[in-house]
């Protein structure tokens, strides 16, 4: 009887945190009318400041970036909505770009995890096909001018693949930008045994591991250029659905993103890459500061997995991942800032990349890292990353720098839509507000 009804509480729970993590902001509507952004700071991202400038989109599409005294050549009899920013600041939207946001709710309950398949290999995996557009996460990200997010499935050699979503739409098809970025393969780290603490296995062991997994990697690649080959020169071959998930990164047409840290993981990772010929990005990157010469020379670009982290190693220098954007920078490397893959922490991105400007970083770069990087890196600098005419009007307001703490965003735009920048924590602060208001008799 207990336990019948101890499960029947769980389950209570259970839903309880589904209706807790499920948000309530309704979604923005499509864009009707022009919208004219005048006497505004532009920061492009693409070319220089535009003081005084004037930006306008139609149809979730930027048409105009003007500087001051320019007026916009809008379509004939339409009415637009004119917006006086007084001076305000218009940013493209930030990307945080490698994340599980969207993939997770509640990290204690397993139905609302949604980051991996079974098995080592599920390349044909989308993240895309599983973000729940109704997470609570994504307003809390929007509201600090995090509009788009590269998400990362985990779990496995090879979890599957990277989606590039904007974080405002009904369904995940309309947060979709790209649904497949690329494969993701979380490369073997070299592991040493401690015979002293494990006297029963040899030392050898770890090595013996990494390789097995590393094979295992390269044997899925062999396969599926094998199945390539045959399918093309005989469409009759079977489809392997597998086999087929890889077929754009062979070809060249998608980066290949390798999960790496450490020296040797990164080296033996881009070697393995470009000698496939493949297009490497490594993830996470805490030593790559330590092969910059390798991954300049191969063109290999580095999302880095947050600049707020401790030294690698005791006798290492405090401030190792405060100054590894500038390493990377002087070194000719490309790069953007990512904040891990705890989604929870997606909000703090432009925090991240402050900390790397006071850190000898160019404050420009900077913002670069977060916003027009990220996108070319992604592989979707045609849609996103920088405000230029043609791109989607995805974009944010703020009447400061975002890097700067009392900056508040002020108005956002995903494709032309305004999104509604409230959120679980904006409306804990006015219910609270509004206790202490009564309390106080006013």
Same mark, same amino acid.
């Given at each position: 009887?207990?336990?019948t &009804?101890?499960?029947i509480?769980?389950?209570?729970l259970?839903?309880t945190?589904?209706l807790?993590a499920q948000?309530?902001?309704?979604k923005?509507?499509?864009?009707?009318?022009?919208v004219?952004?005048?006497?505004?700071v532009?920061?492009?991202m693409?070319g !220089?400041?535009l003081?005084?400038? +004037?930006?306008?989109?139609?149809?979730?599409v %930027?048409?105009?970036?003007?500087?001051?005294?320019?007026k916009p050549d809008l379509?004939?009899?339409?009415?637009p909505?004119?917006?006086d920013?007084?001076?305000?600041h218009?940013?493209?939207?930030?990307i945080?770009?490698h +994340?599980?946001?969207?993939?997770?709710?509640?990290?204690?309950v397993?139905? +609302?995890?949604?980051?991996?398949e079974l098995?080592?290999?599920?390349p044909?995996?989308?993240?895309a096909v599983?973000?729940?557009?109704?997470?609570?996460?994504?307003?809390?990200?929007r509201?600090?001018?995090?509009?788009?997010?590269?998400?990362f499935? %985990?779990?496995?050699?090879?979890?599957?693949?990277?989606?590039?979503?904007q974080?405002?739409g009904?369904?995940?098809?309309d947060?979709?930008?790209?649904a497949?970025?690329?494969?993701?393969i979380?490369?073997?780290?070299q592991?040493?045994i401690?015979? !002293?603490?494990?006297?029963?296995?040899r030392?050898?062991?770890?090595?013996?591991n990494?390789?097995?997994?590393?094979?295992?990697?390269?044997?899925a690649?062999?396969?599926?250029?094998?199945w390539?080959?045959?399918?093309t020169?005989?469409?009759k071959v079977?489809?392997?659905? $597998?086999?087929?998930a890889l077929?754009?990164a062979?070809? #060249?047409?998608v980066?290949?993103?390798?999960?790496?840290?450490?020296?040797?993981?990164?080296e033996?990772?881009v070697?393995?890459?470009?000698?496939?010929k493949?297009r490497?990005?490594?993830? #996470?990157?805490?030593a790559?500061?330590q092969?910059?010469?390798?991954? $300049?020379?191969r063109?290999?670009?580095v %999302?880095?997995?947050g600049i707020?982290r401790?030294? &690698?190693?005791? =006798?290492?220098a405090?401030d190792?991942s405060f100054?590894l954007?500038?390493?990377?920078?002087d &070194?000719g490397?490309?790069?953007? %800032?990512?904040?891990?893959?705890?989604?929870? +922490?997606?909000?703090?991105l432009p925090?991240?990349?402050?900390t790397?400007?006071a850190?000898?970083?160019?404050?420009?770069?900077?913002?670069?890292?977060?916003t027009?990087?990220?996108?070319?890196i992604?592989?979707?600098s045609?849609?996103?990353? !920088?405000?230029?005419?043609?791109k989607?009007?995805?974009?944010?307001?703020?009447?400061?720098h975002?890097? =700067?703490?009392?900056t508040?965003?002020e108005?956002?735009?995903?494709?032309g &839509?305004k999104?509604?920048?409230?959120?679980?924590?904006?409306?804990?602060?006015?219910?609270?507000?509004e206790?202490?208001?009564?309390?106080s008799?006013?």
């Amino acid at each position: 009887m207990f336990a019948t &009804q101890a499960r029947i509480a769980w389950l209570l729970l259970a839903s309880t945190g589904y209706l807790f993590a499920q948000d309530l902001v309704p979604k923005s509507s499509p864009q009707a009318n022009p919208v004219v952004l005048t006497n505004a700071v532009l920061h492009t991202m693409s070319g !220089s400041v535009l003081v005084g400038g +004037t930006l306008w989109f139609l149809d979730g599409v %930027i048409r105009g970036v003007l500087a001051e005294g320019l007026k916009p050549d809008l379509p004939p009899r339409s009415e637009p909505i004119v917006i006086d920013l007084k001076g305000k600041h218009v940013f493209p939207g930030m990307i945080s770009a490698h +994340t599980t946001l969207g993939l997770v709710e509640i990290s204690s309950v397993r139905q +609302t995890v949604d980051t991996d398949e079974l098995g080592e290999m599920s390349p044909e995996a989308f993240a895309a096909v599983a973000v729940n557009p109704d997470s609570a996460a994504i307003p809390v990200a929007r509201s600090n001018g995090i509009l788009a997010a590269g998400v990362f499935p %985990i779990g496995g050699l090879m979890p599957g693949r990277a989606s590039v979503m904007q974080l405002d739409g009904w369904t995940n098809k309309d947060l979709t930008v790209k649904a497949n970025a690329g494969p993701i393969i979380a490369w073997p780290q070299q592991i040493v045994i401690d015979v !002293s603490r494990w006297p029963l296995l040899r030392p050898d062991t770890g090595a013996e591991n990494t390789k097995k997994a590393r094979k295992s990697i390269d044997d899925a690649f062999t396969a599926a250029q094998a199945w390539l080959e045959a399918h093309t020169a005989d469409p009759k071959v079977p489809l392997d659905i $597998r086999h087929e998930a890889l077929v754009q990164a062979l070809r #060249g047409e998608v980066p290949v993103f390798l999960l790496a840290e450490d020296l040797e993981q990164i080296e033996s990772a881009v070697l393995w890459a470009t000698g496939r010929k493949l297009r490497p990005v490594i993830v #996470g990157g805490r030593a790559a500061g330590q092969c910059a010469s390798l991954l $300049r020379d191969r063109h290999v670009p580095v %999302i880095i997995d947050g600049i707020h982290r401790l030294p &690698q190693r005791d =006798d290492s220098a405090y401030d190792e991942s405060f100054t590894l954007p500038k390493r990377l920078f002087d &070194q000719g490397v490309m790069f953007c %800032i990512a904040t891990g893959m705890d989604f929870s +922490t997606d909000r703090n991105l432009p925090y991240h990349a402050a900390t790397a400007a006071a850190f000898g970083l160019d404050r420009e770069v900077a913002m670069l890292a977060v916003t027009l990087r990220a996108a070319e890196i992604l592989s979707v600098s045609d849609r996103l990353g !920088s405000l230029s005419v043609g791109k989607d009007a995805t974009l944010f307001v703020a009447d400061g720098h975002p890097f =700067d703490l009392p900056t508040v965003i002020e108005l956002a735009f995903v494709r032309g &839509q305004k999104v509604d920048l409230r959120n679980k924590q904006t409306e804990l602060a006015q219910k609270y507000r509004e206790r202490y208001r009564q309390m106080s008799g006013r």
